[in-house]
C-alpha cells in the first residue's frame, strides 16, 4: 500500500496531466497485482470516459506484458463491460504479437458486439 501511496504524489510539472496518467499507471503495473489494478481503475474514476478507457487499455497493455497469466486471471474476474473491454484490448495488443492463436479467445470476452465483431475482423 506505501508504493501506491507513493504513486498518488508524483506530479511531474512539465507534463501534461494525460501523460503524467499515463506514467503512474505504467509504474503501477510494475506493481503486478490485482491492487495496483484497483488502485489505477479507483484514480481513474474521474476522468472522461475517453481518457480514461484510453489509459486502462494502456494499464493492462503495462500489465499483461510483464506477467500475462497474473493480469488475465485478473481481467478475468471482473463485471462485464466498458471497463472489463478495455481491460481485455490491452491484453489482445500483446497476445497478438506474442501468441498470436489466443487472440479469438480474448476477443471472444468483449462484451460489447460490434468491439468484438470489428477486432473479429482486424484480428483473422
Known amino acids: 500500500k506505501e508504493g501506491f501511496r507513493v504513486l498518488e ?3 511531474p510539472l512539465d507534463l501534461t496531466k494525460e501523460y503524467a496518467l499515463w506514467v503512474g499507471c505504467l509504474r503501477a503495473a510494475e506493481f503486478q497485482s490485482p491492487e495496483a489494478a484497483e488502485f489505477v481503475l479507483e484514480r481513474l474514476s474521474d476522468q472522461d470516459e475517453r481518457r480514461r478507457y ?3 487499455t494502456l494499464y ?3 500489465w499483461s506484458s ?5 493480469a ?7 463485471a462485464q463491460g466498458k471497463e472489463k473491454d478495455a481491460l ?4 489482445i495488443s500483446n497476445v497478438s504479437e ?5 487472440v479469438v479467445g480474448w ?7 460490434e468491439k468484438r465483431e470489428g477486432l473479429l475482423k482486424r484480428y483473422r
Open 9 to 11: 504524489r508524483v506530479q
Open 54 to 56: 484510453r489509459t486502462i
Open 60 to 62: 493492462s497493455i503495462a
Open 66 to 70: 510483464l506477467d500475462l497469466t497474473a
Open 72 to 78: 488475465g486471471n485478473w481481467i478475468r474476474r471482473q
Open 88 to 91: 481485455i484490448e490491452g491484453v
Open 98 to 102: 506474442r501468441n498470436p492463436a489466443d
Open 107 to 113: 476477443i471472444n470476452l468483449i462484451s460489447d458486439p
